[in-house]
């Protein structure tokens, strides 16, 4: 039966920072329930990877980087919403954001603002100043997998842990994939 736990073999994440990109390692107390595993970095994509180790896709949680600008005022934010749903970006996110447009961030300029891996960007050890947006469905879910910073590797942890992180926030974002 599927679950957060899956098939992995989890360990604390603190003592694992060969897991973790540095600028995760450097951010991960902050989750103190934080848990990591390794993982085939071919399967890092949310569909295979729960398909591969067993991981129920209502306790897989992704991170999606948006950038939003109002004249010349650019604001970058992550966004946490379970593999089961999508981030209401064009109403919800760019009116909480007070941005006219937004738009999910290009792949190279997420991957060189978060100093993470595409496919592996997680809401821990981002920039300061980013707003980090958890759907309530993530917050509701308890245990969630998230990324670790790198495909190779994956975190689970108590998804109340995300609001502690810095410009954590919980709303009602996301919306249920038909």
Same mark, same amino acid.
């Given at each position: 039966?599927?679950?957060?736990? @899956? *098939?992995?073999?989890?360990?604390?994440?603190?003592?694992?920072? $060969?897991?973790?990109?540095?600028?995760?390692?450097?951010?991960?107390?902050?989750?103190? &329930?934080?848990?990591?595993?390794?993982? =085939?970095?071919?399967?890092?994509?949310?569909?295979?990877?729960?398909?591969?180790? $067993?991981?129920?896709?209502?306790?897989?949680?992704?991170?999606?980087?948006?950038?939003?600008?109002?004249?010349?005022?650019?604001?970058?934010?992550?966004?946490?919403?379970? %593999?089961?749903?999508?981030?209401?970006?064009?109403?919800?996110? /760019?009116?909480?954001?007070?941005?006219? /447009?937004?738009?999910?961030?290009?792949?190279?300029?997420?991957?060189?603002?978060? #100093?993470?891996?595409?496919?592996?960007?997680?809401?821990?050890?981002?920039?300061?100043?980013?707003?980090?947006?958890?759907?309530?469905?993530?917050?509701?879910? #308890?245990?969630?997998?998230? #990324? *670790? @910073?790198? /495909?190779? &590797?994956?975190?689970?942890?108590?998804?109340? =842990?995300?609001?502690?992180?810095?410009? %954590?926030?919980?709303?009602?974002? #996301?919306?249920?994939?038909?």
């Amino acid at each position: 039966m599927p679950s957060a736990h @899956g *098939s992995l073999t989890w360990s604390p994440a603190a003592t694992h920072p $060969d897991l973790l990109a540095p600028v995760v390692t450097a951010a991960i107390g902050s989750t103190p &329930s934080a848990q990591v595993a390794a993982i =085939d970095p071919s399967l890092a994509d949310t569909a295979a990877f729960c398909a591969a180790y $067993d991981v129920a896709p209502e306790s897989s949680a992704n991170c999606v980087v948006v950038a939003g600008r109002r004249g010349e005022v650019e604001t970058y934010a992550a966004v946490m919403v379970l %593999a089961t749903m999508r981030a209401d970006v064009n109403a919800t996110i /760019r009116k909480h954001l007070g941005v006219r /447009r937004i738009s999910f961030a290009p792949m190279d300029e997420a991957v060189t603002r978060t #100093g993470m891996e595409y496919g592996g960007i997680t809401p821990v050890g981002l920039p300061e100043g980013w707003p980090v947006l958890v759907d309530e469905a993530v917050l509701a879910a #308890g245990p969630v997998v998230i #990324g *670790s @910073g790198l /495909r190779a &590797s994956k975190i689970l942890l108590d998804a109340a =842990d995300l609001l502690a992180l810095p410009g %954590a926030e919980a709303l009602a974002l #996301g919306r249920p994939i038909a």
